[in-house]
């Protein structure tokens, strides 16, 4: 079982920075690739970014590449997302999701779980 909760969230202008954390309970935190998604209201969550259990490999949504960073700590049970150059249509909840596996996936459906979501939104 693993819990996630994220935090970093807020009102930004566009062109600003937002640093989203997601701390994990449990002891096998480092067996688990993670992602971060995002929803806004009538639409399907998205894949942002992800991150292989070790680092060593990341992804990315198209439209985020050059802007987003995806980073973990597995000693501190944390990953990260560093938004810079925000846009207003980065405006959404987001959410960061733990796929018990050692690649990064980029589908909703195959993580195992989820935390609560973080609310970030950006001004024109």
């Known amino acids: 079982q693993v819990q996630l909760v994220e935090s970093g969230g807020g009102l930004v202008q566009a062109g600003g920075s937002l640093r989203l954390s997601c701390a994990a309970s449990?002891?096998?935190?480092?067996?688990?690739?993670m992602g971060w998604f995002r929803q806004v209201p009538g639409k399907e969550r998205e894949f942002v970014a992800g991150?292989?259990?070790?680092?060593?490999?990341?992804d990315y949504k198209d439209s985020v590449k050059g802007r987003f960073t995806i980073s973990r700590d597995n000693a501190k049970n944390t990953v990260y997302l560093q938004m810079n150059s925000l846009k207003p249509e980065d405006t959404a909840i987001y959410y960061c999701?733990?796929?018990?596996?050692?690649?990064?996936?980029?589908?909703?459906?195959?993580?195992?779980?989820w935390g609560q979501g973080t609310q970030v939104t950006v001004s024109s």
């Open positions: 449990g002891r096998t935190f480092s067996a688990y690739a």
């Open positions: 991150i292989s259990w070790n680092g060593g490999s990341t």
């Open positions: 999701a733990a796929f018990r596996g050692v690649v990064v996936t980029t589908l909703p459906s195959e993580y195992d779980y």
